[in-house]
């Protein structure tokens, strides 16, 4: 790390207490706790979702981390960091200071668990200074942006070494289960689900080549790897939970509207909810009896460039 970017670096880690205090003031002023206001939030998270979401990602290999050099970095900013998923995973694997910054205050206290240096904050317009970072790196946060360009080039901008982001592909999740209908009925729900959303939300190793390459990094690596999650006996709170809204049809509750504002009608809509409450039922069935087993691989990629 270069003179300056530590000087950055440690000004901005001064500065901290100060983002911290306007945090806690905004948590207690809003309700909705995303704070953007120019529409970059396109979807809200609950923490549940994240940590369910990304749970054992990282447990078994952190090989695909590998490009990342934690080892050796200074400071890295974690951008769009949510509940701190990967953050954790930073600060296990790295001695450096991480700052964490997401646009949702909520999350974000969260993330308090992982490193006290937390910013809300716009990750298309950092509150930083040029070259504060030699790491700046998110999570499955470009495919929820708009305009990913955007927060790629401010990446760059705040980074004097090394930009990393990692991304599913949600459009390629593979499913498996005990209650065959599950699969069909899961595949279908997703598909309509990204139908709704406003961004396109693809990644494929093409496409982040280039948008790397659009914020002028260089040397841009991209590999592919997979996080697969099991549910098997003995099934945890959550598993049980998510059969029971399953089985409700209350699973589709939360992306409602944005399965309404893609290929669905409300007609189409009810018939799906329809059709959880009869197979969460066999689910349930199953698991009363230890029977129930479904897994879910989820294709992700982690792209690396480096800062000119
Ligand atoms: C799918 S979550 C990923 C969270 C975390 N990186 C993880 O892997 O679990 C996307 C995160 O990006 C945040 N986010 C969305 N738009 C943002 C923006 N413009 N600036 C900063 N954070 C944003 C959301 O609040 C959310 O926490």
């Not at 309700?31 to 396109?42: A, W």
């Not at 099934?235 to 399953?246: G, I, N, P, V």
Request: include cysteine.
């Amino acid at each position: 790390m270069n003179e300056d970017a530590e000087y950055g670096c440690k000004i901005y880690i001064n500065i901290y207490f100060r983002f911290i205090l306007l945090t806690k003031f905004l948590t207690q002023l809003t309700t909705f706790n995303c704070i953007s206001d120019n529409g970059v939030c396109v979807q809200e998270f609950s923490a549940s979702y994240l940590q369910e979401t990304r749970r054992g990602m990282w447990d078994d290999s952190r090989e695909a981390l590998g490009p990342l050099g934690l080892s050796s970095r200074s400071c890295i900013l974690d951008v769009g960091c949510g509940t701190g998923e990967l953050t954790q995973v930073l600060a296990e694997e790295s001695k450096a200071k991480i700052v964490g910054l997401d646009a949702d205050t909520e999350l974000l206290q969260h993330a308090r668990a992982f490193t006290t240096t937390l910013i809300a904050g716009d990750g298309t317009q950092l509150p930083f200074p040029d070259n504060t970072f030699d790491l700046v790196v998110c999570q499955a946060l470009l495919i929820n942006l708009p305009n990913p360009k955007k927060a790629i080039t401010e990446f760059a901008r705040v980074s004097n070494d090394t930009v990393a982001v990692i991304e599913p592909n949600n459009r390629a999740v593979m499913i498996d289960s005990t209650v065959d209908e599950e699969v069909k009925l899961a595949n279908r729900t997703r598909t309509a689900f990204l139908s709704g959303l406003s961004v396109d939300g693809t990644v494929t190793v093409s496409s982040l080549q280039n948008l790397l390459g659009s914020g002028g990094l260089t040397d841009i690596q991209v590999s592919q790897y997979k996080h697969t999650r099991s549910v098997s006996p003995p099934y945890s709170e959550h598993d049980l939970t998510t059969a029971k809204t399953q089985a409700t049809g209350r699973i589709l509750t939360a992306d409602e509207q944005t399965l309404l504002t893609g290929n669905l009608s409300r007609n189409e809509y009810d018939l799906l909810r329809d059709e959880w409450r009869r197979v969460g039922r066999k689910i349930v069935k199953q698991m009363q009896t230890g029977n129930y087993r479904r897994t879910e691989t989820v294709p992700f990629y982690v792209a690396v460039g480096n800062v000119e």
